[in-house]
């Protein structure tokens, strides 16, 4: 079982930054997408950005030109830039990899354990 681990959330003011990471606990044979989600209280897991293991980004609409996903050059850890974050930005942040641990194996959903992101107005 591949272990995701997250780290970077926490409390900040309005219009600050945060970096979020999340990286496998192992080396996998591939990741083919690795992706942020987020879920506020009361509110269902909603996408906030993806990438693929050639690079191309996805964003969600209420964070586009806000945040910023990337990973590191051997693609077992992703991170995401949030800038200029606002209070509707509250909420647990997941990350997910689709990812298969060796080459026989089938691609599956990995998350991470999830960590809060509190933005105060």
């Known amino acids: 079982q591949v272990q995701l681990v997250e780290s970077g959330g926490g409390l900040v003011q309005a219009g600050g930054s945060l970096r979020l990471s999340c990286a496998a606990s192992e080396n996998v044979d591939s990741i083919p997408t690795m992706t942020w989600y987020r879920q506020a209280p009361g509110k269902e897991r909603e996408l906030v950005a993806s990438i693929t293991s050639d690079g191309v980004a996805n964003y969600a609409d209420s964070v586009k030109g806000r945040f910023a996903i990337s990973q590191d050059s051997a693609k077992i850890t992703m991170y995401m830039q949030m800038n200029s974050l606002k209070p509707e930005d509250t909420a647990v942040y997941y990350c997910?990899?689709?990812?298969?641990?060796?080459?026989?194996?089938?691609?599956?959903?990995?998350w991470g354990q999830g960590t809060q992101v509190t933005v105060s107005s």
């Open positions: 997910n990899f689709l990812a298969r641990r060796r080459r026989m194996d089938v691609y599956r959903n990995f």
